[in-house]
């Protein structure tokens, strides 16, 4: 057996309660959470990306920050629409850092910085969105489950049953196997939602369970990717058995937009 599956299932149980008991409670709790989740991704993603090429990194956050910030406000009526575009000064004020910084390569590192908030600070600025919606406090524990089975299932018959390799260049560990009991545990669980939980017919959550699956592996070998780029095993050590907390959203990074969109369309 894996050794790392105690500690992975006792430090999951312990990460799922948490972040479902705020989402659950009150949209502001839901928030104020994520917000705290994001700032963590935000920092291990620069810490990991301009280990050597910034000096303040705390400075990358900025603009994931204050668009996290303005969408709290925004969403509580505190802020207009107008307050997103001051992104723009905030950019700018990067760019006139760039002009007196002695480190080399400035159009990588303000790449960086925008690559983070378009990866990481929109996707959270959306989730806080569906907190606060009618429905969020039911749609975005559905969506988490739904996440957190196709990851569980993933996992246990990956590591079970497979032998064929899903994307051996990138990740040499998961396998078609593993990809398919995901699959089959999230659309499992939709249908449980369905009746549990009925924000959403049956339709709506199986596509949502696909999209899910689907998005979420690609999320998965995107963030493999960056780390066989970097040359790092994990993104940190936030949580025992899953790695980083970059670790822990790659799939949620890449699927919610998607699941996002999906519910604001149908």
Not at 110 to 127: D, K, Q, R
Not at 140 to 148: D, K, R, S
Not at 217 to 238: N, Q
Request: with cysteine; proline share 5%; glycine share 10%.
């Amino acid at each position: 057996m894996d050794k790392t599956l105690l500690p992975r299932t006792w430090s999951g149980l312990l990460f799922v309660a948490v972040l479902l008991g705020a989402v659950c409670w009150r949209p502001e709790s839901a928030c104020a959470v994520l917000f705290l989740l994001a700032l963590g991704v935000l920092r291990e993603f620069y810490s990991v990306w301009l280990q050597t090429s910034l000096k303040w990194k705390w400075l990358a956050m900025l603009p994931g920050v204050y668009l996290l910030g303005i969408t709290c406000f925004f969403l509580y009526g505190q802020a207009g629409p107008l307050w997103f575009a001051g992104l723009v000064p905030v950019m700018l004020a990067l760019m006139a850092l760039e002009l007196f910084s002695s480190g080399a390569d400035p159009l990588r590192r303000l790449a960086v910085i925008w690559w983070g908030v378009a990866y990481i600070a929109v996707p959270f600025a959306m989730m806080m969105h569906l907190a606060t919606m009618p429905d969020g406090q039911r749609l975005l524990p559905g969506f988490f489950l739904l996440t957190w089975m196709n990851d569980s299932g993933a996992y246990l018959i990956g590591i079970t049953f497979g032998k064929h390799r899903l994307m051996p260049r990138i990740s040499p560990l998961k396998s078609w196997e593993g990809f398919w009991g995901g699959a089959v545990c999230a659309l499992l669980l939709s249908l449980l939602l369905s009746h549990w939980l009925k924000t959403l017919p049956l339709s709506g959550w199986l596509i949502t369970a696909v999209l899910v699956v689907v998005f979420g592996v690609f999320g998965d070998l995107f963030e493999s990717m960056l780390k066989r780029y970097l040359g790092l095993k994990d993104s940190g050590h936030f949580m025992p058995g899953h790695g980083g907390m970059l670790d822990r959203f790659d799939a949620v990074l890449v699927s919610f937009p998607m699941v996002w969109l999906y519910l604001m369309i149908c």
